[in-house]
């Protein structure tokens, strides 16, 4: 008999629309058929289409969910009465004693517990007798510390109180469970030189059949394209960034110049600067499919200032074949090299001439396309992420002195990418 593994994420993983799901569905995917019956565990909405309820099937054995929140459009400035709790808005947000309730009933007799997202802590119990696992996807109190570089008067202010108050909820979540999984070396170094813990780390994975490689043509026109949920506050500040300081420096050089914004959710503010210069970008909203929305691109744009963990979004863009320019923020953490598999670019000078390069240098959009293809196909096969991940949950058993060998598990099975 296989041994219970319940997987406890703060958010319903359909679609996976946000880098977060996108990883977190990989692994699951990847844990599925191999050494452990898997439950899921998350909020769900109160009727799940039928396509919906095939990828949960593929993610995992069984599924248990409490009610998902219904957040209004005052959500973002609700949020805020969290300023005054002991923990950091995002996390005391996630709070939920309906889904304490759900999550400690799915746990009793379980082997192995993952938490997904270190703000899950606030969902699973204090104390547990199975073995736990944390699975991370940044290094939070990183992504607090940007946001207070950037902002001025009050909300600095405000960022540095959420700062203090993430960095004691994240010593203390990653001291309480028996392993951390860490989505690069460079934040498997960070929790250990900060906070002294311990992590492994999994690959960040991509759906190469997904994401087939299309070559960008020789005469293609200067289109550029970023993929992201665009009511995330990091996106948010690199995109604004980039029309504000960016884009003219482009458009100056490139006067027919098109960007495309694709992904959920777009800053009604952005959407109405772009309008009102009358630039010509396109704020796709929620889309079923991004590929067709990144054909006929010349170059992906990552304009990233701040932000965490490894950006899934750049190893699906040199995946497709696109030729990519990124800061240092927006392509950390990702095993590649700048000239090599993408151009780095961290000023607005910078980043305005990589990207004019790259619209009008076709042999250089050909050499960064095929090396960054050729390295993803390598080190990112999203196959491989769920074996890793599920190679660190034995060992967390085995080093509580717990019985996970493979005379008593089934050897690891065939899984959807």
Not at 162 to 170: C, D, I
Request: aromatic residues 8%; hydrophobic residues 45%; charged residues 25%.
């Amino acid at each position: 008999m296989k041994p219970r593994l319940v997987f406890v994420s703060p958010r319903y993983l359909l679609p996976a629309d946000m880098g977060g799901k996108i990883r977190t569905a990989h692994v699951l995917k990847g844990l599925k058929g191999g050494r452990f019956h898997v439950t899921l565990v998350s909020p769900s909405p109160r009727d799940i289409p039928p396509d919906q309820a095939a990828e949960l099937a593929a993610m995992c054995d069984a599924f248990v969910a409490w009610p998902e929140p219904v957040r209004g459009p005052l959500f973002g400035v609700t949020r805020l009465r969290h300023l005054f709790s002991p923990l950091p808005v995002p996390v005391a947000t996630d709070r939920s004693a309906a889904a304490r309730k759900v999550v400690q009933k799915t746990l009793a007799g379980a082997d192995v517990l993952v938490a997904d997202f270190l703000h899950s802590a606030v969902l699973v119990p204090s104390h547990r007798e199975m073995v736990s696992v944390l699975f991370t996807h940044n290094v939070e109190t990183e992504i607090f510390a940007r946001h207070c570089e950037i902002a001025h008067g009050v909300k600095r202010l405000v960022w540095q109180d959420q700062l203090r108050k993430m960095r004691a909820f994240e010593a203390a979540t990653l001291k309480a469970f028996d392993s951390v999984v860490a989505v690069s070396e460079r934040d498997r170094d960070a929790f250990r030189r900060d906070y002294g813990v311990l992590a492994s780390v999994i690959p960040t994975g991509v759906d190469l059949d997904y994401f087939s490689f299309r070559a960008v043509p020789d005469d293609v026109r200067p289109v550029f394209a970023f993929t992201a949920s665009m009511d995330s506050l990091a996106n948010i500040d690199g995109v604004r960034w980039f029309m504000d300081k960016v884009w003219p420096l482009i458009v100056a050089a490139l006067p027919d110049a098109e960007m495309r914004v694709i992904g959920r959710r777009p800053d009604a503010g952005l959407v109405a600067e772009a309008a009102r210069r009358r630039l010509n970008w396109i704020f796709t909203g929620t889309v079923d499919d991004v590929r067709p929305h990144l054909e006929g691109a010349a170059a992906y744009v990552i304009p990233l200032r701040v932000g965490g963990g490894t950006r899934i979004k750049a190893y699906e863009a040199m995946a497709f074949g696109l030729p990519t320019v990124s800061t240092s923020v927006g392509i950390e953490g990702l095993a590649v090299e700048p000239e090599r598999h993408f151009l780095k670019a961290d000023t607005e000078e910078a980043f305005a001439a990589a990207a004019v390069r790259l619209a009008v240098d076709a042999p250089t959009r050909r050499r960064l396309a095929d090396e960054a293809r050729a390295m993803v196909e390598k080190n990112c096969s999203a196959r491989s992420v769920g074996l890793v991940f599920e190679t660190i949950c034995v060992a967390a058993m085995e080093t509580k002195g717990l019985s996970a060998s493979p005379a008593r598990i089934p050897a690891h099975g065939t899984s959807a990418a």
